[in-house]
């Protein structure tokens, strides 16, 4: 009997590469060409450009702004069956919980990352190196993160580091590769910003 090869065997043993490489290719190839249609000239414009990025794997950082139905969920949803109809993973998070539901196998930023509760201008992600997470991280090819603007900018902070870290990219080098060369698209409306609360300070005596 042949031997299967490691990154196989690797694969079964990781039940969060398990879970995100168990899409219908077949389906999510047709859903791929109904969504695509679908879409505006600007909407295209967009997807083209992360999907040569994408496919390319020299690594991204995009923006796309706009406020609520605009058509940013279809835009996600079209992008992670494309890129998932070919074997590929694709990370979908959010900043709140709610919103996630309405992507596929979304999550909350937090849960998929790990990102400390508590930040600071040098937070990391808990994320150890050969561990189920590092190795979902390493294989991803896009992540996708809407609202983003309703989440403090350490939290983005802490994940390129943390990404850096796990592509094993120069920590030092602050010109290296934004997220560790993965492509990351970023969204929301910055209309929908938390809004801060300046607390009063209370003396006790």
Same mark, same amino acid.
């Given at each position: 009997?042949?031997?299967p ?18 899409y219908?290719k077949d389906?999510?190839?047709?859903d &791929?060409? =109904? ?9 295209k ?5 992360? &999907?040569n990025?994408?496919k390319r794997?020299? $690594?991204?950082?995009?923006?796309v702004y706009g406020y ?26 959010v ?12 999550r909350?930023?937090h849960s ?8 600071t ?7 150890k ?5 590092? +190795?979902?991280?390493?294989?991803t ?5 809407d +609202?983003?603007?309703?989440i ?8 390129d ?5 796990v592509?094993?990219?120069d920590l030092a080098?602050?010109? $290296?590769? =934004?997220?560790g060369?993965?492509v990351?698209?970023?969204? $929301?409306?910055f209309?929908q ?10 003396t006790?005596?």
């Amino acid at each position: 009997m042949p031997f299967p090869d490691q990154e196989s065997v690797s694969t079964s043993m990781n039940p969060l590469m398990m879970e995100e490489l168990s899409y219908d290719k077949d389906s999510l190839s047709n859903d &791929f060409k =109904l969504l695509y249609t679908s879409l505006t000239d600007e909407q295209k414009n967009v997807y083209n450009k992360i &999907f040569n990025s994408v496919k390319r794997k020299k $690594g991204g950082v995009f923006f796309v702004y706009g406020y609520g139905g605009t058509g940013k969920i279809y835009l996600w949803k079209t992008l992670s069956a494309s890129i998932r109809s070919k074997g590929e993973i694709v990370l979908n998070v959010v900043s709140s919980g709610i919103a996630s539901l309405l992507l596929e196998g979304g999550r909350t930023a937090h849960s998929r990352f790990l990102i400390p509760i508590n930040l600071t201008e040098d937070s990391q992600c808990q994320v150890k190196g050969n561990t189920d997470v590092s +190795e979902l991280l390493n294989k991803t090819s896009l992540i996708i993160w809407d +609202e983003a603007p309703m989440i403090h900018k350490h939290a983005f902070e802490a994940l390129d580091r943390t990404l850096k870290d796990v592509m094993n990219v120069d920590l030092a080098n602050t010109s $290296g590769s =934004l997220f560790g060369g993965k492509v990351v698209v970023l969204g $929301g409306d910055f209309r929908q910003i938390l809004p801060v609360v300046q607390m009063e300070q209370e003396t006790i005596v």
